[in-house]
């Protein structure tokens, strides 16, 4: 970023930016995920940045939405295997939130005892889900 004279405070819509690109090259998912993956381990973001890139994320288009979302789903599941769990269930709450509005406490407490796996699964079942009641059946069907 610094020889292409980018600013520093351009870094979260750098990151906005590359995702959107990635996602209209409609590679296989092996070069997406490497690529993804690079993308994700150089251009780190701090927590300031980071609420802006989520603010840049909420921006997008829904015809662009999925294929981000997928590419975000893979960071989140990496994420997992990191250890960063705390962080990726803070995310998919977030999306849901985005998703198909405020989850009420009931549900909330039903997705926090969720095994990792199944929040695994929840995060990738959420892109699919467009109102409450989409949750609400996924919840009776997948949680404990």
């Known amino acids: 970023m610094a020889k292409m004279q980018i600013a520093p405070e351009e870094r979260p819509r750098v990151k ?3 995702l959107r690109l990635l996602a209209t090259l409609r590679l296989d998912p092996a070069r997406t995920q490497l690529i993804s993956g690079f ?3 150089y251009l780190r973001l701090s927590q300031p940045e ?8 909420g921006r997008i288009e829904p015809a662009e939405w999925e294929g981000i979302m997928e590419i975000v789903t893979s960071w989140m599941e990496q ?5 960063s ?5 803070s995310l998919i ?8 509005g405020e989850i009420p406490e009931a549900a909330r407490s039903q ?3 969720l095994s990792t796996a199944q929040f695994e699964a929840l995060g990738e079942a959420l892109l699919d889900f467009s109102r ?7 919840l009776i069907e997948h949680a404990p």
């Open 16 to 18: 906005v930016e590359c």
């Open 39 to 41: 993308v994700d381990t």
């Open 50 to 57: 980071e609420r802006v890139f989520q603010e840049e994320i």
């Open 79 to 83: 994420g997992i295997e990191q250890g």
């Open 85 to 89: 769990q705390r962080e990726a269930r």
């Open 93 to 100: 709450l977030r999306l849901l939130t985005r998703k198909v």
């Open 111 to 113: 997705i926090q005892q």
């Open 132 to 138: 409450q009641s989409d949750l609400e059946t996924w």
